[in-house]
């Protein structure tokens, strides 16, 4: 009768095995934990260019004219008429915008949630505009910083 070798791991192996796993694990678990804190300045990033765009479009069709401060987040969100009048719906001179279906919260930093928009720093407030220049920023400090070490209110 002849009698099967038996195939197994030896020692050597699995213990390489064991590191080589650990060593993925080291790199990927710290990887993983920054992944929301990404995707909140991901998130600012692409609710800025949407703000900035629809800014620019209201600036294109309005004559030059940036939306006042006063009235940003109706100008942006209902018809508009050639003066920035708004109106909710379609028809007669407020054949301009929607521009944005709704403001988007901030989504990172100490207003983090808030979507109103304001000339100047505040509680609540999620966006500072200046309609000076049409300028758009995030209502976040100095001190505030992305993961990647920028400051948060100015790169972006």
Known sequence: ?????????????????????????????????????????????VNLATLRSA?????????????????????LTLFTDINGNTDATKGGAFVYGPYIRAIPP?????????????????DGVGWIYDDADGSIVSNTTNTETASDGNTLYSDF
């Open 1 to 45: 009768m002849r009698h099967r070798a038996r195939r197994a791991f030896s020692l050597i192996e699995l213990v390489i095995v064991i590191a080589i796993l650990g060593i993925i694990a080291a790199v990927a678990v710290p990887r993983m934990s920054q992944g929301s804190e990404g995707a909140s300045e991901a998130a600012l990033k």
């Open 55 to 75: 800014i620019e479009v209201y600036q294109a069709e309005h004559n030059g004219s940036f939306p006042s401060e006063a009235d940003v987040t109706e100008q």
């Open 106 to 122: 901030l989504p990172v930093g100490a207003a983090q949630g808030s979507n109103t928009v304001a000339n100047a720093a505040g």
